[in-house]
């Protein structure tokens, strides 16, 4: 049978915390020694404590029983970790001053429950920074930043050609944006991109431009330095690279046999420099040295100055020329330059190769000389992409041949 618990000696109540004190004497060899228990409840828990003397027990029980009604009974429970994770806590607050516990477990709480699975509060609070940050930013057009673009890379010297290029890809993307470029958003131009009725490669060329121009203006300060824009979220468009085409020796004695005129002396330059064709649109008189073919900077895709020696082919047919002023090409447009080469084979029942002649040349030339470095600076490109386009393509016999038309 249970033993009913004996009054309280005294009870002392602080606006409705109560904590009840107990008689309870101890007894060491016989002897007994006053001492009182005070008793209260704390975080659902029963609390005990001792104390000896009355008076000092209702003293100590009013100021537990005042910290029950003011919500900080639970102190004289907490375990040791409980007051090592208050004090650490604590003192990670020092650097806000102002801002008590309490508040930023209730503000954290609150922030946590709006963000629920969506991400962390750090996350959140950084993502509202640069909104902020956005919010303070220049207000500047796509269209004047594209028009900016160019006048940077015109001013930096590179190759007509190429701010052809991206003049004709800015103007399409400039009447699809009129607007701020910080209201331009990664699905805007993926939408863009993805509506374009073009080949893979030239999508992939629009892609390009947008990260390009955003980029740039990242530099400019009109959007955040500090973050990615929103044209490199842009998916890349994979694009199938197809086999590289080149005439046949006798293809070229062919074409080059029926040809006259200027419609010879552009196939033999074609075929024996690798030149592009839009830089073979640009070729002048004075471009053309006794020993060398030189590509001025401003004449080159790659805006990079170089000199592709003359080889005995191409020098046969200089020689029989009487060498003129201005440019060699007899078009106004690169076009017709290219159709013109096309020409050349299709008169002698030879199906043109899209950019046959710098094809050829560089499979040959690698192939005659096994130097793929010294090729890269005749054909202006990058030693990687002829050892990957070009090499193993033709044998040294095919080559001679080719460069003995």
């Not at 007051?83 to 806000?96: F, Q």
């Not at 203006?217 to 085409?245: C, N, V």
């Not at 030693?383 to 090499?391: G, N, W």
Request: with cysteine; charged share 20%; aromatic share 6%.
């Amino acid at each position: 049978m249970k033993t009913p618990e004996k009054a309280p000696l005294d009870t002392v109540t602080v606006k409705g915390a109560t904590v009840a004190i107990y008689w309870n004497p101890s007894r060491k060899n016989g002897k007994e020694y006053p001492g009182h228990s005070l008793v209260w409840t704390a975080s659902g828990k029963r609390q005990r404590k001792f104390v000896t003397d009355l008076a000092a027990a209702k003293k100590t029980a009013r100021e537990i029983a005042s910290q029950l009604s003011a919500g900080t009974g639970h102190a004289h429970s907490l375990l040791p970790q409980d007051v090592a994770d208050h004090t650490a806590a604590t003192k990670i607050l020092r650097v806000m001053p102002g801002t008590s516990l309490t508040s930023a477990c209730q503000q954290f709480v609150e922030a946590a429950g709006i963000l629920g699975t969506a991400g962390t509060l750090s996350a959140a609070a950084r993502h509202y920074r640069d909104h902020l940050s956005a919010v303070k930013l220049p207000t500047v057009t796509v269209a004047a930043v594209a028009a900016e673009l160019i006048a940077a890379q015109e001013a930096s010297g590179s190759s007509r050609a190429y701010i052809g290029q991206l003049n004709k890809l800015l103007r399409r993307v400039k009447d699809a944006f009129h607007c701020p470029i910080t209201t331009v958003q990664t699905s805007d131009m993926q939408a863009f991109v993805d509506r374009l009725d073009m080949a893979p490669r030239s999508r992939e060329n629009y892609r390009r431009t947008f990260q390009a121009l955003w980029n740039f203006a990242k530099r400019r300060g009109y959007l955040p330095r500090d973050r990615s824009t929103e044209a490199d979220h842009l998916d890349t468009i994979k694009t199938r690279e197809g086999a590289i085409g080149i005439y046949q020796p006798d293809q070229l004695q062919s074409a080059m046999s029926n040809a006259t005129g200027a419609a010879q002396l552009m196939l033999a330059l074609g075929s024996f420099t690798g030149l592009r064709t839009a830089e073979l649109h640009r070729l002048e008189w004075t471009d053309i040295g006794m020993e060398h073919v030189t590509v001025q900077a401003h004449k080159a895709k790659t805006g990079a100055r170089r000199i592709i020696p003359i080889l005995p082919a191409l020098a046969a047919v200089l020689q029989s020329r009487k060498r003129g002023e201005g440019r060699l090409s007899p078009f106004k447009n690169e076009s017709h330059l290219s159709r013109m080469l096309s020409d050349c084979f299709r008169a002698v029942q030879v199906s043109p190769v899209r950019n046959g002649l710098r094809h050829s040349f560089c499979t040959y030339r690698i192939a005659a000389t096994q130097d793929t470095a010294q090729v890269a600076l005749e054909a202006g490109n990058s030693p990687t992409m002829l050892f990957k386009h070009y090499r193993e393509l033709a044998t040294k016999k095919q080559a001679a041949a080719w460069f003995s038309v």
